[in-house]
Structure formats: C-alpha cells, structure tokens
C-alpha cells in the first residue's frame, strides 16, 4: 500500500515553494526596516501553556490541539499558534531586562485539529510578531502598518483592515452582562454554537455567521470603554489615519484567543471560499504576567501563509483571465470573410469572449495574434468548411485540433 499524506497536511512542491520563498523573502525585508528581529522557538511546548496562554475556553484548547503524552510522562502539545511560546521565551530568557522594546518575529508551521476546508489545514504555517515591553498605542499602529505593508509589497489586492477595541478585563466582564442581558430573551432560537459559546465567552456569539442577523441591536463594546480605552483606541486611529493606513473599525470583531486586551484587528479578503480572515492579532497586556512573567504588555500579529499565497494565485489567475479571449476566429478566403463578422457576433451575445482579424491578414499573422490575446481557442474557417457548414477548432494548450459545426461553436465552446 503507498502511503498519502495526513489530512490537513501539504506537500509544498517545486513550482510553487518559490511563491513560499517569495513571501518569507518579503516578510524577512519587512521586519528588517521595521527593526524586528527574528525568534526561533520550539514546535512543542508544555500543555499547560496554552491552556493559560490561549484559554481554556478557547476552540483552540478545548478541540484543536495535537496533544501527546511523550516518554517521559509529560503532556506536550505541538504548538496551535506562536503567540505563547514567544512569551514564554521572553519571560524565561528575561529578555524583559534589556532597556528596549523586543520586537521579534517568526516564520513556521503551527498545528491545529480543525475540519478541513479550502484554506483551513492541520498544519498551517504564519508569519507573526511580538512587540512586547510597550504600551504605547503607536506600537499597535505599527504592528497593523507592517501586516498591511507585507501584503500590498507581496502583490495583494483589495486587503481590508478591521480593527476593534476589546477593553480591558474588566471594562469585558461589564460588556459580558449587558450583552448577555441582550442574548438571553433569544437563547432557544440561537444556533447550537452560539448557545454553549454564551456560557464560555458571550463575546464570542457576535461573530457567528449564522446569526448574524438577530444582533443588529446588540449592545457595543465600544459604547462600554472606559477613558483609558477610549484614549489608547483613539490614539491607535490616528496614527493609522497619519500613516495612510486604510481601515474600518468592526465593533462586533472578536478574536478566537482569550488575551487579547485594548485593540484588536484583522486582515480580510475575498477569494477564500467561506473564508475571509487571512491576519490577525492585537494587544495583550495580561499574557506575560499569566504564564508567570514580570507584568510587562505586548501587541502581535499572526498572518497565514497558506492564506497569503492561495490568495495570490486565485488574483493571478482572474489577472489572466482578464487577458485571456476564449476563441480567435481566423477566416480564409472571400466568403468566409464574410460569415465571420456575423459568427463573431453570435459568439459575442452568447457570452462568449471573440476575437477576429480587421487588417486583412494572412493565416500565419491571424495565429500570432490569437497567442499574443491568449486564446484559449483559434477556430479557423476556410471556404471549404463553409460549404460543409463547418470550423476547424483548435485547442491553443494541447494543440488538439478537431472538427466542428458552425452551428454548435457556440454550445462548443460554452460546455468547456
Ligand atoms: P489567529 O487568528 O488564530 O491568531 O491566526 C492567525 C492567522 O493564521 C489566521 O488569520 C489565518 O490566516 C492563519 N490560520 C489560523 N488557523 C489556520 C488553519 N487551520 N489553516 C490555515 N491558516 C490558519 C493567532 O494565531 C495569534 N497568535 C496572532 C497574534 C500574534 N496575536 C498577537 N500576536
């Protein structure tokens, strides 16, 4: 029997890990201009840290980890993001001591049990940072900035920002009430999720698809803020709106972490199936101190690679077709000349993309402008053909050429 890659898991070929190549290229310039120094932390870490990092009641925590117990009796779980390991790095190494900011960054796989969809594997791989030691909103700002920068420098189009503020624990357990005021007259007629999410994290509820609708009147979190968040969020806008940055704030934009404090963001696009998130991260002023460091703030970002370039490959390709006609229709001889102009139109109304020749060209010259336009067919049309009611129809690609009716191209060429 031969064997087949586990599920979720991708071979990534020659051919397309220059794209890989690429990106990682971009993402390590970037950080080099930005000043952020790169990490390399293990693949597995202890259990424990990120059920305290990530959050017990997470999604990633209570169903998604690859967790084992090794030979030497100690539960260790291949890590679901980067986040956790990254502080648990600092604190250790007391990188905290040194008089700046760290700034660190990481490229590499992270492992998640999650259903399989297009753009959602076991193991996927992030670019991300930590600027940790600051709780100055331009940091934040800048975060977001680089994350934006890496996409538009790799060749994205049409990249949104969401951002969001999530407040402090306690400005959240006050939101929790209100919402949860709100929520529970509705309980029974909530999905299956949104109910058991409305015990564990009600936050959480408002960014179910399937709902959507019932929250219009939901209470914000952004009307919940006290001063302090209101004058960091604040600050964050500004330096964004200073930067040219382009975002919009999304008050129902919750993360899938628990430690997320102050700001709180994604990077969005369409392209992905049913997926649209391809970034995201934030602030996280708790996190060191709750694995056991000094209480000392950051604010991170973690981008999908498989994401970034699935992406590029689905705009490359609607660039392509934008260039590509589906036939060229080349004419020989008087009467032919004829019926193309009224062939070319048929084709045209049925949706079909034609072109033909206007300069009175010879065969030769006709063919070298199907391949200049791309053509995915030439469909040649001689006096002969005309008689019999009949066009030559060749496939640019393969080279395959076969014989049709006049009649039918149009259906032809539809049904492929
Ligand atoms: P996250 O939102 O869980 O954040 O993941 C960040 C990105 O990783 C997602 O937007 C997505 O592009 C990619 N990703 C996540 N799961 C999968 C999957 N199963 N398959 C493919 N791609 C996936 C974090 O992980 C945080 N650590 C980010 C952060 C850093 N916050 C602060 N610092």
Redesign the pocket.
Known sequence: MAFQKSPGTQDILPGVVERWQYAEQKARDICRRFNFSEIRTPIFEATELFQRGVGETTDIVEKEMYTFTDRGDRSITLRP???AGVVRSYVENKLYGEPDVSKLYYIGP?F?Y?RQQA????Q?H?F?I?ALGSVDPAIDAEVIALGYTFYKEVGLKDVRVEINSVGTPAVRAAFREKLLAFLMPMRDQLCKDCQSRMERNPLRVLDCKTDQARFEDAPSILDSLDEECNIHFDKVKTYLTDMGIPFSINPRLV???DYYTHTAF?YKAEGIGAID??????R?NGLVAEIGGPDQPG??????L??TIMLLEHQQAELDNAHQIDVYVVALGEAAEREVTRLVYELRTSGIRAERDYLGRKMKAQMKSADRLQARYTAILGDDELTRGEIALKEMATGEQRVVALASLASELKSN
């Open positions: 993001e980067g986040t992270m998640r999650e753009g959602r594997y076991r996927f992030q991300g930590e993360r899938g972490l994604e998130t391809i970034g995201g991260g934030g996280y604010v991170g970002l973690g981008l999908g498989e994401r």
